[in-house]
């Protein structure tokens, strides 16, 4: 029997200056549902919405400078970046682009499998938008892929 994780819910907290502009990239447009809102003194806001299965991604500087690499071409990541897991990479593009979010890099094809792209979006976030093109099952039988354990 596996045991009860010790976390329940990865959440990331990111301060923006255009919430607004922040708030309807993020829900309206990349379509991230809107799970509770609060709002405090002082004009205080936050919103939190899900985001699907969240996992922490940690990756040494040959890595990040190797992802950076593959999808850009160039280093251009600070420290962290959000990627999402998407449906369709081109399309997802096209609809962030059209409200306000700079393409840093094309949809690229990785070698691990995935349809990455990588834009600037509202609230001075460096994103990731991705497709998988495999199964894990697929992926695990590439070289270089596996779980570490």
Not at 16 to 32: H, M, S
């Amino acid at each position: 029997m596996t045991a009860e994780p010790a976390v329940k819910q990865l959440r990331l907290v990111v301060e923006a200056e255009d919430y607004e502009a922040a708030v309807a990239f993020f829900r309206d447009v990349l379509g991230l549902p809107e799970q509770a809102a609060f709002s405090g003194g002082d004009g205080a806001e936050v919103v939190i919405l899900e985001a699907g299965r969240a996992t922490l991604e940690i990756a040494n500087p040959a890595q990040k400078r190797m992802i950076d690499e593959v999808e850009v071409g160039r280093q251009v990541a600070p420290k962290f970046r959000v990627a999402f897991e998407v449906d369709d990479t081109r399309e997802t593009v096209d609809r962030l682009k059209s409200a306000g979010a700079d393409e840093v890099a094309p949809p690229t094809v990785t070698p691990w499998q995935s349809l990455n792209a990588r834009l600037d979006a509202p609230g001075g976030m460096h994103i990731t938008v991705f497709q998988e093109l495999r199964t894990l099952e697929e992926r695990e039988a590439l070289d270089g892929f596996g779980t570490g354990t």
